[in-house]
């Protein structure tokens, strides 16, 4: 019962936030687009005058080769360059103090990220620390940083997070095996390169679930409640994108056509659900991703289905979908709405499919299921708009489809 009205409290203050994500300043960075873009975007960091960049990466892209031209190329502008290539997947706290000692250490007056959405949110949160001082437990939240970041630029490597946009970082507790964001305008980079030449070596498994974790953000802001201007067309066209290119992006990986188109997709996306917000989606995966190491991505591709068969008939959340399967030429407008939310759903199984997104999560314990529908629920009906409300007991029943014995 205190559980039941708990979420009920968070569903009554939810209307509360509605005004203030009208009015709060979201700012957009710089976004250099096509092949060649990154090593623009070293020049562009020449003219900003800093001195000392920090390059925030993994080791993974350094033994690839793609850090060290870019290195050279803010070298080759006079500036005085140090690598910090320890950043792992779902940063945790003593890999982000890491960063800020290299960062303390290099007296750094600017960060560039390259890499995908782990290696960003760590060099958005290892900014933040630097310039405030606190640790990222007490930057966990919203709005608290409190002081003007150092210059922070980002060139991803993937094409999912559009964390070279957003205003969050999620970061990971260790101890807790949860996840939780850092939310901040202050966050988001001053510039990013969109450079498809960066992206042609992903491998299949993370083109796929990055492409997908694109479409989440996408597909979750166009069903939530809280609209923006331009929220509409950001998702629509990051939809449409998605189903057009990921095919092709997986299959053929230096295509560099459907690699660009993803980018901009994950882009687009990044806008719309910095204002719109995510949902359940997200909900659910951060706390499998906390607790089994999941990939966001991964667990976000897998659940998208799920949640979407039980938000279908919802009369907002039908409308949309409906639009989104006339979007990707799944249907005519005049069909019926019903049917074409239903077709949009199975057009995303036939995706995950299509690029080896499996039906359940490999990791997933049934003895969990409890535990993680409660801090999904918590965690949805606390900060996010959705579109219908989902009870305990369904929650619960989502996840045990979910479950690898259950197909």
Known sequence: MLFELRLLAYRLAKPLQWPVSRVVAIPRPTALVGPGSAQRLCAMIGEFGVRRVMIVTDAVLVKLGMVEPLRGALAGHGIDVAVHDAITPDPTYPVLQAGLAAVRAHRSDAILAIGGGSVIDAAKVIDAMAVSGKSPQKLVGVLKIGKPMLPLFAIPTTAGTGSEVTVAAVVTDPVKHAKAAVIDPRLVPLATALDPTLMTGMPKPITAATGM?????????YVNRWPHGETAFHCIAATRMIF?????????????????????????????FTKAYVGYVHAFSHKIGGMYGVPHGLGNAVTLPYVLDFLKDAPRAEERLAELAV??????????????????????????????????????????????????MIEAHRDYPVPKTMSLPEAESLLRRMLRTAH
Do not use: C
């Open 213 to 221: 974790d694109a479409l989440t953000h996408a597909v979750e802001a």
């Open 244 to 272: 057009a290119n990921l095919p092709r992006a997986y299959e053929h990986g230096d295509d560099l056509e459907a690699r660009e188109a993803m980018a901009v997709a994950a882009f687009y996306a990044g806008l719309a």
């Open 327 to 376: 979007a990707i030429g799944a249907g005519t407008e005049s069909e019926p709405k019903p049917v074409l939310a239903q077709r949009f759903v199975d057009r995303v199984r036939e995706l995950n499919r299509a690029v080896g997104i499996p039906e359940e999560i490999e990791a997933l314990e049934r003895s969990d299921v409890g535990e993680i529908a409660r801090a999904a």
